[in-house]
């Protein structure tokens, strides 16, 4: 076999993996990598502000192509920057690699400029991280990392190198080299066969589609398995999007945060759960003896030890969600199976409930009561439009108004839910898909934290964008406060400091408006679309929303009597 540097085969390495495009930052200890990327020419590199902006750009990049995004970065704390990403990753589900530089070998016990053990900080936040000590390794290192990202519940890698390692020259050749299978659980069939004898039996049947069902590509069969069955769908924050919210069996959103009183209304008749794909995170449970009730619960997952984490369900199956939902289809039709007589009542139900508690979206208020703006955002927009949001009352806002049509359209970083998440997130999906509308949803708070990033958009003409409901608060902190009896430390002074966030954005070579009436939300969104697409730059929409606004959440699933806003 021919000699080449090690880090050329890395490169053929990234390129057969579909990787067309990595974020990242050089420095001294990555640029042998940098070097062989250069050569090779087969992969864009955008240059970021910062080691988490690539982290979280390379995450909205895989969300939104189901592929491995990468992130590239230097030798200690560019490690440490990432960190926030990889853990962002791993609580979603999100396959990507963080590749940084290191201090070489011979000097990683003495203290060397740079030089930390980022394997070990970042095992706890990813599926593997691995330092490469022999330059033949590299190639298969890699190969390994990518099938151990997309293998069973994805998540993230860390690929750590020493610089006299990348230096080196090894035996390889890329023409007779390709990716390593990935092995796709399939159910048992028994356990299929139990499955629908459950459903079957219940009165009061719910799917829940969590995120394994985006993440699996299984949209299109969870319809068909609803439609053919009969069976209502909820879905959780990670799953918003996997079946339509139009479709007349969807059935809503339950949880104590991100839902819908009416969903939960409807999740506490119901006799049957068909979890797929969903990790009963806490913000959907709520206490967990009103989640569970006399309910029967069917929990569908890829990863083994998912099942009988957070309780032991009546009947686990270890299964992609997309092969299990085509068995379920192959033993309904085997058995002839049709809709029970009792479900069109149940589907009737969940219409009623939708219809008697709903929440007031159409204000003409000023200050701006944010669901307004969710009904804007909702009238405005198409199926087809790319949202990213993050964390706090605006995230928790969308997730109750805001609705999603088809998978990987709605990413919310949801379990970590790290503040400026949203500015590279977008850019990740953007240049994931460059013909797509993109937008993000942010918070005054949240958007400072990587505004920095917005650089990155300008420089390469990424163009998205953000909608900021600003309260000049923190107003998820300041309402979890009031439990407390306090007020502390949420006031933001931004008037006297003489923050000015369209500035801030004409200061990167952006452009911004500030909207006060809810009368003006539909024409400064018509603006935003129409100047991106003439800058090819993000541009923001600031919306001055009422200060004291809260959102509604309980403590419990069972609080469906809640706060709303008044008229």
Not at 66 to 81: F, K, L, Q, R
Not at 221 to 230: C, F, H, P, S, T
Not at 413 to 421: D, F, K, R, S, V
């Amino acid at each position: 076999m021919p000699k080449v540097p090690v880090m050329q085969a890395v490169v053929d390495v990234l390129v057969s993996e579909g990787v067309d495009t990595a974020f990242g930052c050089p420095g001294a200890a990555i640029l042998p990598l940098y070097q062989a990327m250069l050569a090779d020419g087969g992969i864009e590199h955008l240059i970021v502000r910062h080691e988490e902006g690539a982290t979280h750009m390379a995450d909205g990049w895989a969300r939104t192509t189901g592929n491995v995004g990468v992130a590239i970065g230097t030798s200690g704390p560019a490690g440490t920057n990432m960190i926030t990403g990889l853990y962002t990753a791993q609580a979603d589900s999100i396959p990507i690699l963080c590749v940084t530089g290191q201090a070489v070998s011979t000097k990683l016990h003495q203290e060397a400029f740079q030089a930390v053990d980022i394997v070990e900080i970042a095992k706890p936040v990813t599926k593997w991280a691995v330092q490469v000590k022999e330059a033949a390794q590299a190639p298969w290192i890699f190969r390994e990392a990518f099938r151990i990202a997309r293998s069973g519940r994805p998540g993230p890698v860390l690929i750590d190198l020493p610089l006299d390692v990348q230096k080196q020259e090894i035996e390889w050749d890329s023409s007779i080299d390709a990716p390593l299978p990935v092995v796709t659980p399939r159910p048992a069939p028994p356990r299929v066969e139990r499955a629908l004898d459950l459903l079957l039996a219940a009165e009061r049947p719910l799917i829940l589609a969590g995120g394994g069902v985006v993440l699996g590509d299984a949209s299109e069969r969870l319809r068909a398995v609803a439609e053919r069955l009969g069976v209502p769908v909820q879905v959780t924050l990670m799953g918003k999007g996997s079946f339509p919210e139009d479709h007349p069996l969807f059935a809503g959103m339950a949880g104590i945060q991100t839902s819908q009183r009416w969903a939960n209304a409807a999740f506490l008749e119901s006799d049957l759960v068909l979890a797929l794909g969903a990790r009963f995170g806490d913000r959907h449970t709520g206490a967990l003896d009103v989640y569970r009730g006399d309910r029967t619960f069917i929990h569908v997952d890829i990863e083994p030890t998912q099942i009988g984490r957070v309780f032991g369900p009546d009947l686990g199956v270890v299964s992609d969600t997309g092969a299990f939902l085509d068995a379920l289809l192959v033993a309904a039709d085997e058995r002839g199976a049709r809709i029970d007589p009792g479900v069109p009542v149940w589907v009737n139900r969940i219409a009623q409930l939708r219809r008697e508690l709903p929440r007031r979206e159409d204000f003409d208020a000023v200050p701006i009561k944010a669901p307004r703006v969710f009904k804007e955002i909702n009238d405005f927009y198409g199926e087809d439009t790319y949202f990213v949001t993050a964390i706090g009352l605006y995230q928790i806002w969308s997730g109750q108004f805001q609705r999603a049509h088809r998978p990987r359209r709605y990413q919310v970083c949801g379990q970590a839910g790290p503040l400026g998440w949203e500015i590279p997130a977008a850019i990740g999906v953007k240049k994931a898909r460059p013909d797509a509308e993109v937008v993000g949803v942010v918070g005054d708070y949240s958007f400072q934290f990587l505004v920095e990033e917005l650089a990155v958009a300008a420089q390469y003409d990424v163009p998205f964008v953000l909608i900021m409901l600003n309260n000049t608060y923190l107003g998820l902190i300041r309402q979890a406060e009031l439990g407390y009896a306090m007020n502390y430390e949420v006031d933001l002074h931004y008037d006297d400091h003489g923050t000015d966030n369209v500035k801030i954005m004409e200061a990167y070579g952006c452009s911004g408006t500030r909207v006060t009436d809810p009368g003006e939300i539909r024409g400064s969104l018509e603006w935003a679309r129409k100047e991106a697409e003439r800058t090819s730059r993000p541009v923001l929409v600031e919306i001055m929303i009422e200060r004291e606004a809260n959102a509604a959440m309980g403590t419990a699933l069972d609080n469906v009597r809640e706060f709303e806003p008044a008229p």
